[in-house]
């Protein structure tokens, strides 16, 4: 789904505050500039976290998908690479799930659930570097476009538009086949992929933004271009840009899972999800955990980034939020 | 108007010019000797200096690239390295007729699951058939294709044999059902969502008030008068969808063995079979330039608003 992508979100040219209701809230934007550090904002996080169970459920997974990233070796019972003698059954098919090994074992005899705790810290890693790379590239193309205008923006937009007609899979597939398969060229490619959605979106906003009269005022004191991006626009962009990378993540994650299926992505012996399945399929009849162990896990992962993003749209957003209420 | 589409059709062809050149540098970059593959692990240093000034390897960067863009002109997008002496366009061409099939079967499926769907939803916002339709829609979205390939492939192929396993055969259809489900369902859970938001915000405007005023059915108003509205994105969509699977589904293709474009660009990375490669990325690349100016043109032709600003 690659078309979809920058045509059906809610209109992110809003700035936060605009449209909050609580009275309390009015008188704090009045006082202090509509930014992430607004106060009210915590306290804000804490009362819609609450109304809303999907929301708080899905943070609850990424928080805990974070935590077991973070602490893989401390958390995983056994060496994920190491195969286990009697990880095999003596006509040699993997172990089923029993009290030794709670996820049963994979065909090399090694354990799935500590396999299962590195492939989460491969796909958040891989998830959270790509995004944040392809952010940073794509802040700076869509900022400079959307700012300088003209030529340079026709360049820069046709430059995204290129990029953007070669379907994301394929095209992230076709780098790899000719940089090489290892980590860091998946995260490269990913980023190299995904950047232009997020160019987009950042040209979209800076148009709106450098009409607006704080911009104008900044140039008439004399402002350098390059200040009023940095510390003038860019600010009003944290926003939009956080909503649009917590679903970038899920992207890259389903990217980087598609590439390491094909046997593309992140090399063997290291434990991914798009690998373990990919390994799991010719053993599915007898040893089906395999296969459902990581699928459910990428649903679930992929599905709290969603799920997360869109609360975070109508957190951060709210002028946009009344919409499909 | 004229105007408009001599500026979009002016800036498909610079793109689509930006398309050949990055794939043309894809090839370049390649790390290793193109010669060197063509001519296999064993063949002489004199053997792979002669392949490559037959190749054209040679000669300097810009040489190359004017003689690239004047075969691909003839629609020649050079020879096969692994398949010996045949031609790439000649592959995707007998390839070709598989990937059209499964793209309108994924499209079917995006309609005949995101649009009722999305309808039923809008209907009865909040209730319970809206909040099963947004969770079935977010699984959709978030299931990774392969895996939900598999699982229809294992659970409705080989438990209970409704369906082939995979391939081909007589029949085709047969054989395609699951593979065009399991690419329509991310787009079908898309649809349904933006049919239900798009649907909840037309329900809100005048004319729906004034025709409910006047006593007219809920469903009528629904399917008359607010689907109308819903149906110019989603068919702006299904457009893009078309040119994005037109290029070759890969992963589908793969997981049940489609022996499509998509598949065609698979076993070209295992050989790493440049020609093969730049020349499907840049089929796709083109598809897709391509659907979104048709998309683009009749969009403005259907929608007077929209035709009246771009005068």
């Known amino acids: ?325 | 108007m004229t105007g408009w589409l001599a500026r979009r059709l002016a800036q498909m062809i610079i793109v689509v010019f930006g398309v050949v050149t990055l794939a043309f540098l894809f090839a370049y970059i390649v790390p290793g000797n193109p010669a060197r593959l063509v001519a296999g692990p064993n063949a002489s240093p004199e053997a792979v200096a002669s392949i490559a000034r037959q190749l054209g390897l040679d000669r300097p960067l810009w040489s190359q690239y004017v003689s690239y863009v004047g075969r691909l002109a003839h629609g020649n997008l050079g020879v096969s390295f692994a398949l010996q002496g045949r031609s790439v366009s000649g592959e995707i061409w007998h390839a070709l007729p598989y990937t059209v099939l499964l793209a309108i079967g994924g499209v079917i499926w995006e309609i005949a699951l995101g649009i009722p769907i999305g309808i039923a939803a809008a209907y009865r916002p909040r209730s319970i058939m809206d909040r099963f339709s947004t969770l079935g829609a977010l699984v959709g979205l978030s299931a990774p294709p392969f895996w939900l390939g598999l699982m229809l492939l294992y659970y409705l192929g080989y438990k209970l044999t409704l369906f082939p396993l995979s391939g081909t055969g007589h029949p085709l259809i047969w054989y395609l059902i699951l593979p065009t489900f399991t690419l329509g369902v991310g787009g079908a859970a898309w649809y349904s969502r933006m049919v239900r938001t798009t649907m909840l915000e037309v329900l809100r405007s005048p004319y729906i008030e004034f025709a409910r005023l006047k006593g007219m059915p809920e469903r009528t108003i629904l399917l008359r008068h607010a689907l109308r509205h819903v149906l110019t994105p989603v068919i702006t969509m299904l457009g893009m969808d078309l040119g994005y699977f037109l290029g070759g589904v890969l992963i589908i293709e793969s997981v049940f063995g489609l022996p499509g474009v998509g598949q065609l660009a698979y076993s070209a990375i295992d050989t790493l079979d440049i020609p093969m490669i730049t020349g499907t990325v840049l089929v796709a690349a083109v598809f897709m330039v391509v659907m979104s100016f048709v998309v683009d043109v009749a969009y403005t032709l259907v929608d007077p608003r929209v035709r009246l600003s771009r005068r």
């Open chain 1, 1 to 325: 789904m690659t078309a979809p992508l920058d045509q059906h979100l809610p209109d992110p040219a809003a700035v936060p505050s605009e449209a909050v209701s609580d009275p309390e809230l009015i008188a704090a934007g009045l006082a202090a500039e509509p930014t992430l550090t607004q106060p009210g904002l915590g306290r804000r996080t804490l009362e819609s976290l609450r109304r809303d169970p999907v929301a708080l459920i899905s943070v609850l997974v990424v928080v805990c998908l974070a935590i077991v990233a973070i602490f893989a070796p401390e958390l995983a019972p056994y060496n994920p690479l190491h195969a286990f003698p009697n990880g095999l059954a003596a006509d040699g098919a993997p172990v089923h799930p029993d009290s030794t090994f709670l996820l049963g074992t994979d065909p090399n005899g090694r354990d799935v659930l500590s396999r299962m705790i590195f492939g989460a810290r491969v796909s958040l890693l891989v998830g959270v570097v790509a995004t944040g790379l392809a952010s940073i590239i794509g802040i700076i193309i869509g900022g400079i476009a959307g700012y300088a205008g003209g030529v340079t923006e026709s360049i820069l937009m046709r430059l995204t538009d290129v990029v953007l007609s070669f379907p994301i899979l394929l095209f992230c597939i076709a780098l790899i086949a000719i940089t090489g398969p290892n980590t860091r060229n998946v995260v490269l490619v990913i980023a190299f992929g995904y950047w232009t959605y997020l160019a987009r979106i950042v040209r979209g906003l800076v148009l709106s933004l450098k009409e607006r009269e704080f911009v104008t005022a900044a140039r008439t004191l004399g402002v350098s271009h390059a200040k009023i991006l940095r510390r003038h626009i860019l600010p009003h962009l944290v926003p939009a840009i956080i909503v649009y990378s917590t679903l970038g993540v899920a992207t890259s994650i389903l990217i980087e899972a598609s590439l390491s299926y094909l046997g593309i992505g992140v090399p063997i012996p290291q434990a991914s999800w798009g690998q373990m399945i990919s390994q799991g399929q010719e053993y599915f009849q007898t040893a089906p955990w395999l296969l459902i162990a990581p699928g459910v896990a990428l649903i679930i992962t992929v599905l709290a980034f969603n799920l997360a993003g869109d609360w975070l749209t109508d957190l951060l957003d709210p002028a946009t939020a009344e919409i499909g209420r």
